[in-house]
């Protein structure tokens, strides 16, 4: 699980760089993100279930379920001017996370974007593919009273071994 959390860390900190501020692994508690941090993601395991039908030389296969968290300063919508207001922390959210093109596709950079196009990643003998992608906005607040807002994606990710054959 380590390896896998790690792999998509480095997926996203390919696609978004200096972006984000910080790319943390682990569930933060949102009540002590220091907002120096943000913006930030946050990679952590949610739950594993294993395939043990695997018969001599292939291994287990692995079904794990992923939370990706993206955790921003609400001062920076929320701020000294009233110009910014909760549709501005929407919409920079949703641009992070399902920014589309002109034809409808995943852009880039977004969060959607890349763990779509690495969805068949070579990760430690491990083919890594990703689906049923679910994406929670409930905690882009909209009022002044939240230090930090959050959006949670979460999506399936399965390793398959690859027959060693030697």
């Not at 001017?81 to 919409?91: D, R, V």
Request: charged fraction near 20%.
């Amino acid at each position: 699980m380590q390896a896998l959390l790690t792999g998509i860390s480095t997926i996203l900190n390919n696609e978004f760089g200096s972006t984000f501020k910080k790319y943390y692994i682990g569930k933060p508690n949102l009540n002590r993100i220091n907002i120096v941090d943000c913006p930030m993601l946050a990679i952590y395991p949610i739950n594993t279930a294993y395939d043990d039908e695997a018969t001599g030389t292939v291994k287990d296969g692995n079904n794990f379920q992923i939370g990706v968290e993206l955790i921003d300063s609400a001062r920076t919508y929320y701020g000294d001017s009233n110009s910014q207001t909760a549709n501005a922390s929407l919409t920079q959210f949703l641009s992070w996370i399902e920014k589309r093109d002109s034809d409808g596709d995943y852009d880039t950079p977004s969060i959607l974007y890349a763990l779509r196009t690495h969805s068949n990643l070579d990760l430690n003998s491990y083919s890594l593919f990703t689906d049923g992608f679910e994406i929670d906005y409930t905690n882009i607040a909209e009022d002044e009273d939240n230090d930090v807002i959050s959006a949670t994606l979460t999506f399936r990710a399965s390793t398959r071994a690859s027959r060693n054959l030697n």
